[in-house]
């Protein structure tokens, strides 16, 4: 099975511009969780999708970033405006259920200029 | 809250050398528990894992009990290869892996011929 494609793989934009991430999970896989590692720091939980609905949005920074998931298929994650500390990697994963485990995908290299 | 502690990085070892990565945790109630790897260029992968105290997760020649009594779960592999160089990651979750994941900091490993 294919697995988790994220895209682009590496972004450099300006402060104040606006990026949008794409994630595409395994197929027929309902969750869909966000993460972010800023500055090799510890990878943080940005949230976590089932289906459509935003089960747990606890992790995002602030109203920057807007997430969705069209269909409960693919999801995107936009920055809008950019800030110089939204620079990190953001990785994207996904799991059928609770016993499957996730399957991350490469991860999104942002830098912010 | 939930918490992990990582041994401090970089780490470098001959081929064959023993590798031991420190983990310790702060959690409430009964987490399970996570070694996950990066290699150059690729996304997140599961080692290996552990869901109750005691329990001892393995794969590729990687090791780590779950230390209750010590909170802790380090990895160990008794002769590294080449190939084993990449960024280790300790994680838990309160649940059975199906939410949100709490990483450490990382562990980038290096090894030398």
């Known amino acids: 099975e294919a697995g988790v494609t994220q895209f682009p793989s590496h972004s450099v934009i300006e402060k104040g511009q606006t990026v949008t991430l794409r994630c595409d999970p395994i197929?027929?896989?309902?969750?869909l969780y966000w993460y972010r590692r800023v500055m090799g720091k510890e990878i943080k939980f940005l949230l976590h999708f089932v289906k459509e609905s935003k089960q747990d949005e606890s992790g995002m920074p602030n109203n920057r970033f807007l997430a969705e998931r069209t269909g409960g298929t693919y999801s995107t994650l936009k920055v809008q405006p950019a800030e110089l500390e939204d620079s990190g990697v953001y990785f994207c994963a996904s799991s059928q259920d609770y016993m499957g485990g996730y399957t991350f995908g490469s991860g999104t290299r942002l830098t912010v200029v | 809250g939930n918490s992990v502690t990582q041994m401090e990085g970089p780490v470098t070892l001959s081929e064959e050398a023993f590798l031991t990565i420190n983990c310790t945790y702060t959690?409430?109630?009964?987490?399970?528990l996570f070694w996950y790897v990066q290699y150059p260029g690729e996304g997140l992968q599961l080692l290996l894992k552990a869901t109750k105290a005691d329990d001892k997760g393995s794969n590729k020649g990687f090791e780590a009990t779950y230390r209750k009594e010590t909170t802790s779960f380090h990895l160990e592999k008794g002769s590294v290869q080449v190939s084993d160089s990449a960024v280790y990651f300790c994680?838990?979750?309160?649940?059975?892996?199906?939410?949100?994941?709490?990483f450490g900091t990382g562990t980038r490993l290096t090894i030398i011929p």
């Open positions: 197929s027929g896989h309902d969750n």
């Open positions: 959690a409430t109630g009964y987490p399970s």
């Open positions: 994680a838990l979750s309160a649940g059975f892996g199906n939410e949100k994941l709490t």
